[in-house]
């Protein structure tokens, strides 16, 4: 916890069962865990946390003195998502761990930009696929509904609205409200290149914006150009 308290705001458990339970409540960006503790080892509280729904998607670290291949590949099958052997190098481990919290950034910020919705880019286990199918196909069902908003959404998807937030969030990097117009963002990029006839108020309506303006200053902040400029150049 010595390393990590001047770059992360850090929470430190005493064994697996602590771990687990701290890891669900906290939630996390990453989790670095011994193999070897009393109760629960790091392996089970591992395949634990990845069969969790509220915690699959959160990046776990193991640290072990075995070096055993199969005790790695073990490690590796229950989902860890990175593996270091002691005793370890301080600066290797920082660096280690910072990739896996920035490279999981860097594929949040990829999904929320690319047209398609392809939730295997960030989802990697079944638990989360499956939510982001089920969330983006309530999305669209709901694309031309103006009134869809974050209650809805959660009632929709049989989750609470903390529940809802803290998944998506944790998985996308986006809000729900975030989310909802990420896919009509993505919607009306397919209206700007195939519906020349449509205007891009009528393609707003189309996806569910209220407001032209708002969709107008939405898709910018997002692609870095207005509607006009990509249905121009694409």
């Known amino acids: 916890s010595g390393i990590f308290e001047p770059i992360y705001k850090v929470f430190t458990a005493v064994d697996g069962v602590d771990g687990f339970e701290k890891a669900s409540k906290h939630q996390p960006d990453i989790i670095l865990s011994d193999v070897m503790m009393p109760r629960m080892s790091g392996i089970e509280m591992c395949s634990k946390l990845k069969s969790n729904f509220d915690t699959s998607h959160i990046p776990i670290v193991l640290l072990t003195a075995k070096t055993a291949a199969d005790f790695v590949v073990q490690?590796?099958?229950?989902g860890a998502d990175d593996y270091v052997v002691k005793p370890f190098n301080i600066k290797v481990l920082i660096t280690r761990c910072n990739n896996l919290v920035n490279s999981r950034k860097a594929l949040q910020l990829r999904y929320a930009t690319q047209i398609d919705s392809e939730p295997q880019l960030?989802?990697?286990?079944?638990?989360d696929q499956q939510l982001l199918e089920k969330a983006t196909n309530i999305v669209e069902k709901n694309i031309d509904n103006a009134n869809f908003d974050v209650s809805i959404f959660a009632s929709e998807?049989?989750?609470?609205?903390?529940?809802?937030f803290q998944k998506l969030k944790g998985v996308t990097g986006q809000t729900p409200?975030?989310?909802?117009?990420?896919?009509r963002l993505k919607k009306s990029i397919h209206y700007l290149s195939h519906s020349p006839e449509l205007s891009i108020t009528d393609i707003a309506v189309l996806v569910g914006f209220s407001s032209t303006s708002y969709y107008i200053k939405k898709f910018h902040k997002l692609y870095?150009?207005?509607p006009s400029q990509y249905r121009k150049n694409p």
């Not at 998807?157 to 809802?164: A, E």
Request: charged share 5%.
């Open 177 to 183: 409200n975030d989310f909802i117009a990420n896919i």
């Open 122 to 127: 960030i989802a990697t286990n079944s638990i």
């Open 224 to 226: 870095g150009v207005t």
């Open 157 to 164: 998807m049989w989750l609470s609205r903390t529940n809802l």
């Open 75 to 78: 490690g590796l099958l229950t």
